[in-house]
């Protein structure tokens, strides 16, 4: 199957810096690309979808200043999360689909563990 | 609103067989995940469900009824590596993923 690469897997940081998180494609082209954040022992969260060379859609009660999402090519999207601080601290995870065709499934990355200290 | 429930936690013994369940409401449909998460990774694809049946891949099953909003996840000869977490997901009339909050199996020897 597709395969999606995401780094940095694990993130350590002091609060107030900003992070960024890299999303990309590797055997695809991904025009629309998913974030998603997990917190211990709940479900998937989407906080944006990704739209190659267009502005992210966020979900509401996201905060787009604070989570800068920018998808420069079809195969790479970034997640900065700005500002940091201890409650940001979550699982993120980015995943891309290869169309809404007949199966449309979707393939994630290895996920992002950041903490904020 | 939109809603999918799943059990939240499941155990099962090494080599029987367990079948999670996933009831849904949503707007729309078109067609219904099952992923498998293992602590602390990424999920991986499982199943994908759009019309009403049973699909059947090596030991994993999945069952759909579109009329019911219902579907079901069924392994069989179950092996302690299938201890993880199981979600649902059902795209919605606009193509969005809705996730169900998932079902932790835990496989007893």
């Known amino acids: 199957g597709a395969v999606v690469s995401q780094h940095p897997s694990w993130v350590i940081c002091k609060s107030g810096t900003s992070v960024k998180i890299e999303c990309r494609s590797l055997d695809f082209q991904a025009t629309t690309m998913f974030w998603y954040r997990q917190f211990p022992k709940q479900s998937l969260m989407l906080m944006a979808t990704?739209?190659?060379?267009?502005?992210?859609?966020?979900e509401q009660g996201v905060e787009k200043d604070k989570f800068l999402i920018n998808h420069a090519s079809l195969t790479l999207s970034t997640l900065t999360v700005t500002s940091a601080h201890p409650e940001d601290s979550s699982f993120y995870i980015c995943s891309a689909s290869t169309g809404t065709g007949k199966t449309g499934e979707l393939f994630f990355g290895e996920g992002s563990r950041l903490t904020v200290l | 609103g939109q809603n999918i429930d799943q059990p939240t936690e499941m155990t099962a013994t090494e080599g029987a067989i367990v079948q999670i369940n996933c009831t849904y409401q949503t707007s729309g449909f078109n067609g219904l995940f099952w992923y498998q998460q293992h602590a602390g990774e990424a999920p991986t694809f499982l199943s994908y469900?759009?019309l009403d049946g049973l699909e059947e891949k090596g030991r994993f099953s999945s069952f759909l009824s579109r009329s019911k909003g219902y579907s079901y996840l069924l392994l069989k000869e179950l092996q302690m590596k299938d201890s993880a977490s199981y979600l649902c997901?059902?795209?919605?009339?606009?193509?969005?993923?809705?996730w169900g909050a998932g079902t932790k199996l835990i496989i007893k020897p």
């Open positions: 997901a059902v795209r919605d009339s606009n193509y969005q993923l809705i």
């Open positions: 990704s739209n190659e060379g267009s502005k992210a859609t966020y």
């Open positions: 469900n759009v």
